[in-house]
């Protein structure tokens, strides 16, 4: 980078101290511009102007890196009677690290061509599904589908769906009671019929449960006989 040729950029913001930064027009890198060099072209945010660059004294690599270069002079606009030169030299500010730049300053680097905008955050992933609420999706489905349930065979449907065909109810004692209750709430909720056997007159507890939620569309032979 000569210091005798101009380039264009586009100032992007300025800090407390006055000092600004802006962008080169084409590459989209960083340049610092003194405070000096700010008051004595009267520019400000957004503007665009023609600036001899010079390449970031600063000892900060890091800082040389994320800003290549420093203005050392703005160009006044045509018809506009640049400033007088001083009658000492200036002394030029070494560049601070630049801010975090806004939303509007990654908008023009985006359209110069250069960095894109940072991406939005990617959405956070859908919770699991709990054990009773799986449970109750598929109840709820499967008796509106039809047939005659028990808790036995909702039970061994429900565990082929979760991929363990076959499961063993003393092994998934959670699994069976999450099915009896979502059959039970189902028929609480006056979505289903419920028919009972006692098999005695003596008996307190029935000794079998069948739900459906077509039962004017149910024969008896439907009924698990075991």
Not at 49 to 59: C, G, I, K, Y
Request: charged share 25%; net charge negative; hydrophobic share 40%.
């Amino acid at each position: 980078m000569t210091d005798t040729a101009y380039e264009a950029i586009t100032i992007t913001n300025e800090i407390h101290t006055g000092a600004a930064f802006g962008i080169l027009h084409g590459t989209g890198r960083n340049c610092y511009i003194p405070s000096s060099v700010m008051h004595a072209s009267r520019c400000r945010p957004g503007d665009v102007v023609d600036a001899v660059l010079v390449e970031n004294p600063s000892p900060d690599p890091d800082i040389r890196n994320r800003t290549p270069y420093m203005v050392r002079f703005i160009k006044p606009p045509v018809g506009e009677t640049p400033p007088a030169a001083p009658q000492r030299p200036v002394q030029l500010e070494l560049p601070l690290e630049p801010e975090t730049p806004s939303q509007l300053a990654r908008e023009i680097i985006a359209k110069l061509g250069g960095e894109a905008p940072a991406p939005a955050p990617a959405p956070a992933p859908a919770p699991v599904p709990s054990l009773k609420e799986r449970a109750a999706k598929h109840v709820e489905a499967t008796m509106a589908a039809g047939g005659v349930w028990r808790f036995a065979t909702m039970f061994a449907d429900f565990m082929r769906a979760e991929g363990k065909p076959g499961a063993d109810r003393a092994r998934h004692m959670d699994e069976y009671w999450a099915v009896a209750h979502a059959m039970r709430h189902v028929f609480d909720t006056d979505r289903c019929a419920k028919w009972t056997l006692y098999s005695k007159a003596s008996n307190q507890k029935a000794s079998k449960e069948w739900y459906s939620c077509h039962p004017q569309t149910i024969d008896v032979a439907e009924f698990e006989d075991e």
